[in-house]
């Protein structure tokens, strides 16, 4: 159980095009998900909450109009990149909160050309 | 604020060796704590967590105890094999404003040799 499946795995695109990344609870309700995003050999770092019906709550230095977050229904939260660049290249993962542990994905590895 | 210290790999351990990864943390309140494990390329599975003090996680031959006194959760293997090769994250949970949010520790890579 706890399944949370992320999507794509890998996006390739030009730098100035938007990027939607989803992600979705199989079997469970998430009320709550989390986004971070992962730099080479490095932890990770949470860059917003996502509540279902409500308002991202983004971390301190994540553009919250560069990183767009929606939480629509119990099962699905998207993260769109917008106008992405080089720099925005990384490894995004999701997590689903269920029975007070969260959930994660597979992750997104997202390249910037 | 909250914090998780995690020691620093990478570590290379022969099969069959005991596995010991360090981890301590400062927080406030009563976090619960976990051990989260990444396989290359892929997201963070739960590989295992304990909610209060004294408490003992236990998956796939892991275990780790929260001790409060030491502010520790070490993780420990006794016979690790080569398919354990991975990073493992130490985290705890900031349950400050109700939000659940998970802190990392930074990540200590475990490479098995057969």
Redesign the interface.
Known sequence: GAV?S?HPSWVICKSGTSVKIECRSLDFQAT?M?WYRQFP????M?MA?SNEGSKA?YEQGVEKDKFLINHASLTLSTLTVTSAHPEDSSFY?C?A?GG????????T?LSIL | GNSVTQMEGPVTLSEEAFLTINCTYTATGYP?L?W?VQYP??????LL?A?KADDKGSNKGFEATYRKETTSFHLEKGSVQVSDSAVY?CAL?DQQGG????V????T?LTVNP
């Open positions: 949370v992320q709550t989390f050999k490095q932890s990770l949470l909450t709550t993962i997590s909160l007070r542990a969260q959930h994660f994905g597979d992750g590895r | 619960s976990f989260y390329g892929e997201g963070l599975q739960l967590k909610t994250f949970s939000s659940e949010k998970l990392f520790g930074k990540g890579k």
